[in-house]
């Protein structure tokens, strides 16, 4: 599935990484990708969205919430990422599992839930080839940067403690599988500069 000359990208880190400004940059730079998030990315996956970032799911037990990201991913990557790959179509998607790795077993202390979690990511992703992209950054920087953020969800409205939990989450599961990581602290532009020219390696591979 990876040795077509499509890639799946994946663009991930915390809140306040700037992730959203990297992906519009890379929206005016490569207009012929597909743009994709999580959870979301497919009219069901979009539907799951709308549920689980809702303030009303904010005390839904941890498995069935966990399931909630799974199902909305299972949609995304049979309904989007596979076929536009097949089409030798190149997907960005802001956010995939990392988040649900850092943010419902560990921001939220339900590790218990980390063999059904690595069960699932396999039987979903199979085949397919991740090219994860970190923007690193402290939840101390972070924290700084989210401060003034509109519009933030229930899961960024939590304690130091969480956030401090989410990027142990990040930085273990980077451990585990292989990412290009960023320092994200750096100047806006040297962190998309260094995104853009490893995308580019990527789709010229
Ligand atoms: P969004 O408003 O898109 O946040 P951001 O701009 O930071 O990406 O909302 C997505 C939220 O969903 C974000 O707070 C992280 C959370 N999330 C999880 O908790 N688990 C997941 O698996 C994913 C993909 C996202």
């Known amino acids: 599935m990876s040795k077509g000359k499509g890639k799946f990208i994946v663009i991930e880190g915390l809140d306040g990484s700037g992730k959203t400004e990297v992906i519009n940059r890379l ?11 999580e ?19 904010k005390k839904v037990p941890p498995l069935p ?32 599992d990392t988040s649900t790795f850092a943010f ?11 063999k059904i979690f690595w069960f699932l990511r396999k039987n979903i992703i199979k085949e397919l080839k991740i090219e994860y992209i970190y923007l690193r950054i402290t939840p101390e920087i972070a924290r700084l940067r ?19 939990r989410v990027f142990k989450g990040y930085e273990h599961f980077f451990k585990k599988i292989k ?18 020219l490893h995308v580019k390696k990527l789709v010229n591979k």
């Open 104 to 114: 419902q077993l560990h921001g939220q202390q339900n590790r218990n839930l980390e």
């Open 39 to 57: 959870p979301g990315g497919t009219v069901f996956g979009e539907m799951i969205r709308s549920v689980l970032l809702d303030s009303k799911s």
């Open 27 to 37: 929206k005016k730079d490569f207009p012929d990708f597909v743009y994709s998030r």
């Open 65 to 96: 919430m966990l399931l909630g990201f799974m199902s909305s991913r299972a949609s995304h990557v049979q309904e989007l990422v596979s076929p536009s790959l097949k089409k030798e179509v190149t997907v960005v998607s802001d956010r995939f």
């Open 179 to 196: 990412c290009f990581k960023i320092d994200a602290s750096k100047d806006k532009e040297s962190v998309y500069r260094d995104v853009y």
């Open 146 to 164: 989210s401060k003034n953020r509109d519009g933030n969800n229930h899961f960024d409205k939590q304690t130091k403690d969480y956030h401090q």
